[in-house]
Antibody, heavy 120, light 107 residues
Framework: EVQLQESGGGLVLPGGSLRLSCAASGFTFSSYAVSWVRQAPGRGLEWVSTIGGSDGSTYYADSVKGRFTISRDNSKNTLYLQMSSLRAEDTATYYC?????????????WGQGTLVTVSS | DIQMTQSPSSLSASVGDRVTITCRASQDISNYLAWYQQKPGKVPNLLIYGASTLQSGVPSRFSGSGSGTDFTLTISSLQPEDVATYYCQKYNSAPLTFGGGTKVEIK
């Protein structure tokens, strides 16, 4: 069974940093692009970042570019999101999601999400 | 960047009604369009990819159509368990933008 499990969320001060993790199982993690998607309380879905499977290429939303860094450790089947210079508007539930096929496509599996709250 | 615009933002319909949600891309995205359902308090769930291909396990009352810039999600006979917010998403290239969502309620 394909599973994704996020961790690392919590309360952080504005300007602070946090690292999220997403543990993957049930599929060949290294072959698939994986992404972070967030959802602010009561709001819609916002794509945050994607990292490629085979080439490790990275992509970011303009709203997080220069502040967030996506990475992966294929030996540990784990995806990361290093977040810095956090702002109140980064408050959201952060989901990791897997693309349906190695080459791309839609997100066919999502984790349960981890809540990040940026507040003083 | 390509913008994704959904309409309506919310709707209320009776059980058994045919429901249609539209999604418009600001540029041609061919058929690189997905639809997701998010029930209250739950994780998003993939319904349709490739604009019209039903994901395994999704009820056949859901269907998708369109290509280029204009897309439609149809629920042929609305059921109580379909109460949810529905999102479209382009996935041909980054940014993988979502539409703003359509909240579907039962009248």
């Amino acid at each position: 069974e394909v599973q994704l499990q996020e961790s690392g969320g919590g309360l952080v001060l504005p300007g602070g940093s946090l690292r999220l993790s997403c543990a993957a199982s049930g599929f060949t993690f290294s072959s698939y692009a994986v992404s972070w998607v967030r959802q602010a309380p009561g709001r819609g879905l916002e794509w945050v970042s994607t990292i490629g499977g085979s080439d490790g290429s990275t992509y970011y939303a303009d709203s997080v570019k220069g502040r967030f860094t996506i990475s992966r450790d294929n030996s540990k089947n784990t995806l990361y999101l290093q977040m810095s210079s956090l702002r109140a508007e980064d408050t959201a539930t952060y989901y990791c999601a897997k693309r349906r096929i190695p080459g791309g496509s839609a997100f066919d599996c999502w984790g349960q999400g981890t809540l990040v709250t940026v507040s003083s | 960047d390509i913008q994704m615009t959904q309409s309506p933002s919310s709707l209320s319909a009776s059980v058994g009604d045919r429901v249609t949600i539209t999604c418009r891309a600001s540029q041609d995205i061919s058929n690189y369009l997905a639809w997701y359902q998010q029930k209250p308090g739950k994780v998003p769930n993939l319904l349709i990819y490739g604009a019209s291909t039903l994901q395994s396990g999704v009820p056949s009352r859901f269907s998708g159509s369109g290509s280029g810039t204009d897309f439609t999600l149809t629920i042929s006979s609305l059921q109580p368990e379909d109460v949810a917010t529905y999102y479209c998403q382009k996935y041909n290239s980054a940014p993988l933008t979502f539409g703003g969502g359509t909240k579907v309620e039962i009248k």
